[in-house]
């Protein structure tokens, strides 16, 4: 049974560019959220999918943007990138529900220069 | 809305020397909570949960963790670290009714030989 996979691994882009980030969520979850873990700090929430449709937002800017397909995959675009967009991203899957616990991708680790 | 605070930033200790990492949160409704722990360059892998019932909750590996309500604690321990035992340590608090998580900075514990 395949965990929660995400693509790419690493990624590096210059300021202004835009760029797209996926996450598979583990068989059987319907629930996909996204993070944001800057160096030396604990994850941050994006945001979080459920039935394609954002159910949840956090602190994050609306250059920050995401989508939810029918197989409950999710990709997270982030426009007009700026230095601090560098972090680890972290995508979370899991069943809907109070008792859902969420687990975690490997991230995706994006840098801005 | 909630907040979760890891009081040590980084924790060394000896091989086979026990280890308390602690935990605070504040919260106006329920809690659910969680250790998750992150080896370097991978993704946070869930330690352990308090949910609901005992508030105690032990892990795999010998870990555990006591829901200390009247403290808004919800400290990690473990009687023998090993050296593999070194990684980073997040707490993280979710309320009853929404699905995301809030996060500690994390705690960097090294075990050294």
């Known amino acids: 049974d395949a965990g929660v996979t995400q693509s790419p691994t690493h990624l590096i882009k210059t300021r202004g560019q835009q760029v797209t980030l996926r996450c598979s969520p583990k068989s059987g979850h319907d629930t996909v959220s996204w993070y944001q873990q800057a160096l030396g700090q604990g994850p941050q929430f994006i945001f979080q999918?459920?039935?394609?449709?954002?159910?949840q937002r956090g602190n994050f800017p609306d250059r920050f943007s995401g989508h939810q397909f029918p197989n409950y995959s999710s990709e997270l675009n982030v426009n007009a990138l700026l230095l601090g967009d560098s972090a680890l991203y972290l995508c979370?899957?899991?069943?809907?529900?109070?008792?859902?616990?969420?687990?975690f991708g490997p991230g995706t680790r994006l840098t801005v220069t | 809305a909630q907040s979760v605070t890891q009081l040590d930033s980084q924790v060394p200790v000896f091989e086979e020397a026990p280890v308390e990492l602690r935990c605070n949160y504040s919260?106006?409704?329920?809690?659910?909570l969680f250790w998750y722990v992150q080896y370097p360059n991978q993704g946070l892998q869930l330690l352990l949960k308090?949910?609901?019932?005992?508030?105690l909750v032990e892990s795999i590996n010998g870990f555990e963790a006591e829901f200390n309500k009247s403290q808004t604690s919800f400290h990690l321990r473990k009687p023998s670290v090993h050296i593999s035992d070194t990684a980073e340590y997040f707490c993280?608090?979710?309320?009853?009714?929404?699905?995301?998580?809030?996060f500690g900075r994390g705690t960097q514990l090294t075990v050294w030989p």
């Open positions: 919260s106006s409704v329920s809690v659910y």
């Open positions: 999918y459920y039935e394609e449709e954002e159910r």
């Open positions: 308090y949910l609901s019932g005992s508030t």
């Open positions: 993280a608090v979710r309320g009853s009714t929404l699905g995301r998580l809030y």
């Open positions: 979370a899957s899991s069943l809907q529900g109070i008792h859902g616990e969420q687990y």
